[in-house]
């Protein structure tokens, strides 16, 4: 990270330690979209749910995360969007190199970007390949170039394996429960600690 990257995850992680409210909790807690980088860009597995699944036509490519259900929806030969529209998953456009996807992915939603397992300034961008190498095996490949956050581009890969199983919805809503429970705990912290 650059300094004005390493700022960037000390803010993020003073926020996440919030409990004044939900927009103090992340935004898998609050089902907005997928925790850590479920959906991407880049897509890096996290604890459970990491299940995508791949629909082609003619002139897009749709990838649906199972986790909180995120959909990238991927313009092939498109152009990207003015920044002023925000997506949460950023503006990702796609193009065939023989047969590798190549995505590439600006204008992160900036209130995603910090909590990102990479976060993205608006200068930055993510190249992301996907390469079917056999009938049940695709290589992941990325590479996140930001002069903003990062002193060097820097890359990651990996493997997803295909499944027979089906993706189920996952069952996220706002209002949640779990929330409601992390907010009631930590209001019993503080009059526990106002009573000492």
């Known amino acids: 990270f650059t300094e004005e990257g390493q700022q960037l995850r000390r803010e993020a992680r003073a926020r996440f330690s919030s409990n004044d409210g939900p927009e103090g909790r992340s935004l898998g807690e609050r089902c907005i979209i997928g925790f850590g980088s479920t959906g991407g860009p880049p897509m890096m597995n996290v604890l459970y749910n990491n299940v995508y699944q791949f629909v082609q036509t003619q002139d897009y490519v749709v990838i649906t995360v199972e986790m909180v259900h995120d959909a990238r929806i991927i313009p092939i030969n498109g152009q990207h969007r003015p920044a002023e529209m925000e997506q949460w998953l ?18 992160l939603h900036p209130q995603q970007s910090p909590r990102n397992a990479a976060p993205l300034s608006v200068q930055g961008t993510i190249v992301e390949k996907f390469t079917r190498y056999s009938d049940d095996q695709i290589l992941y490949e990325f590479e996140i170039d930001d002069p903003v956050y990062y002193s060097s581009p820097w890359r990651g890969e990996m493997s997803f394996n295909a499944s027979a199983e089906r993706q189920y919805e996952y069952a996220c809503h706002e209002g949640n429960y779990g929330l409601e429970g992390i907010l009631a705990g930590a209001r019993r912290l503080e009059v526990l600690d106002d009573a000492e």
């Open 90 to 107: 950023g503006d990702s456009i796609g193009w065939w190199d023989g047969d590798t996807l190549v995505v590439e992915t600006r204008n």
